[in-house]
C-alpha cells in the first residue's frame, strides 16, 4: 500500500546532542511537510519542500534544518535540542494540483521526540 | 492569517449515541481535511472536503463553504471513535502547493 513512513516511532536524544528524524513515501508527492505538535495543541507547520523548493515559515526556529535528498525522502534535523522542543513530529505529502485536481494532505504515524 | 474554530472543545457521550462536531474559518478556502488523530497519535485522513457533502459508514462531513463552516456527524457511537478530532483548512500559497491550519480539535470520549 502506498503510504508516509517515519522513522523512528520514538526518538530520545540528549539536551544540546543533534538528532534526525526520517520520512518517507511511496505516493510520489511533490510537496512534502513537517509538523510540530506539542502536547494538547493542534499541530503546527514548520516547513515544507515542493519538489527540491524549500520553504520556511517565518516562526521555525534556526534550529530545525530540513533536507530533501529525493523525492521520496525528508529529513528532520534539530541541531541542538531544548527541552521545550520535546513533541510529535508528523510528516506529511500532497500531490501538486497540475498532477490531479486534489491538495489533499497525507500524514505518517509520527515520531515522538523526548529530550533528556 | 487564517482562523479556525472547532466546538465543542471536549464531548463526552454514552457508547450508541450521535454527535455532531462544528468547524468555522474566518476567509475562503481551497481545502478542507477532517482528522481523527487516535491515541498513538496518528493522523487519520476522514474527509476531504472543501464543499458539499460526502459519507463514509457511520461519519458524514458537510461544508458549506460560502457560510465557512464545515461539519462532521459521527452516528452510533463506538468505543473505538474516542479521541481528537481535527478541522484543517488549506489556502492556495504560491507554486501551487498549500499550508494546512488546524483548528484546536473537539476531545471526543465514548463511554462504553
Known amino acids: 500500500d502506498a503510504m508516509v513512513i517515519q522513522n523512528p516511532r520514538y526518538q530520545v536524544t540528549q539536551f544540546g546532542k543533534p538528532v534526525t528524524l526520517s520520512c518517507s513515501q511511496t505516493?510520489?508527492?511533490?510537496?512534502m511537510y513537517w509538523y510540530q505538535q506539542k502536547s494538547s495543541q493542534a499541530p503546527k507547520l514548520l516547513f515544507h519542500?515542493?519538489?527540491?523548493?524549500?520553504?520556511n515559515e517565518a516562526d521555525t526556529p534556526d534550529n530545525f534544518q530540513s533536507r530533501r535528498p529525493n523525492t521520496s525522502f525528508c529529513f528532520l534535523d534539530i541541531r541542538s535540542p531544548g527541552l521545550g522542543d520535546a513533541a510529535m513530529y508528523l510528516c506529511?505529502?500532497?500531490?501538486?494540483?497540475?498532477?490531479?485536481?486534489?491538495?489533499?494532505?497525507?500524514f505518517g504515524p509520527g515520531t515522538r521526540l523526548t529530550v533528556t | 492569517g487564517i482562523q479556525v474554530e472547532q466546538s465543542p472543545p471536549d464531548l463526552i457521550l454514552q457508547e450508541g449515541a450521535n454527535s455532531t462536531l462544528r468547524c468555522n474559518f474566518s476567509?475562503?478556502?481551497?481545502?478542507l481535511q477532517w482528522f481523527h488523530q487516535n491515541p498513538w497519535g496518528q493522523l487519520i485522513n476522514l474527509f476531504y472536503?472543501?464543499?458539499g457533502t460526502k459519507q463514509n459508514g457511520r461519519l458524514s462531513a458537510t461544508t458549506v463553504a460560502t457560510e465557512r463552516y464545515s461539519l462532521l456527524y459521527i452516528s452510533s457511537s463506538q468505543t473505538t471513535d474516542s479521541g481528537v478530532y481535527f478541522c484543517?483548512?488549506?489556502?492556495?500559497?504560491?507554486?501551487?502547493?498549500?499550508?494546512?491550519?488546524f483548528g484546536t480539535g473537539t476531545r471526543l470520549t465514548i463511554i462504553p
Open positions: 484543517a483548512v488549506g489556502r492556495w500559497f504560491n507554486f501551487g502547493n498549500e499550508k494546512l491550519t
Open positions: 519542500y515542493y519538489d527540491k523548493d524549500f520553504n
Open positions: 476567509d475562503s478556502v481551497n481545502n
Open positions: 505516493l510520489n508527492h511533490n510537496v
Open positions: 472536503i472543501p464543499s
Open positions: 506529511a505529502t500532497s500531490r501538486d494540483p497540475a498532477g490531479t485536481p486534489t491538495y489533499e494532505q497525507y
